[in-house]
Nanobody, 121 residues
Framework: QVQLVESGGGLVQAGGSLRLSCAASGSIFSIGAMGWYRQAPGKQRELVAT???????NFGASVRGRFTISRDNAKKTVYLQMNSLKPEDTAVYYC???????????????WGQGTQVTVSS
């Protein structure tokens, strides 16, 4: 079994910063891309940022220049540093990882349980 456990969400004022972490554990052979998605009430889940195992990154247009993503492969952990937060960043943030559980298995996407980020104006 594979688990993704997020931490670091909370309440922050506009202009502030938060750092999210997501640690993968369980039967893991290798991890490919990892990333963060978010879903606000009444809206579809959207891309925030992704990072490949080699460190290449991709960001959603609304967060580019304000958020950074990084990972520690040894710790099987991905981080999201969120700066200059805006009320419209309020959402549940979900961690995602593309994981191979064995050398002959297929890669599968796994999701964390989500962590709430609330930005007050």
């Amino acid at each position: 079994q594979v688990q993704l456990v997020e931490s670091g969400g909370g309440l922050v004022q506009a202009g502030g910063s938060l750092r999210l972490s997501c640690a993968a554990s369980g039967s893991i052979f290798s991890i490919g891309a990892m990333g963060w998605y978010r879903q606000a009430p009444g809206k579809q889940r959207e891309l925030v940022a992704t990072i490949t195992s080699g460190g290449s990154t991709n960001f959603g247009a609304s967060v580019r220049g304000r958020f950074t993503i990084s990972r520690d492969n040894a710790k099987k952990t991905v981080y999201l540093q969120m700066n200059s937060l805006k009320p419209e960043d309020t959402a549940v943030y979900y961690c995602n990882a593309n994981i191979l559980i064995g050398p002959l298995s297929n890669r599968s996407d796994y999701w964390g349980q989500g962590t709430q980020v609330t930005v007050s104006s």
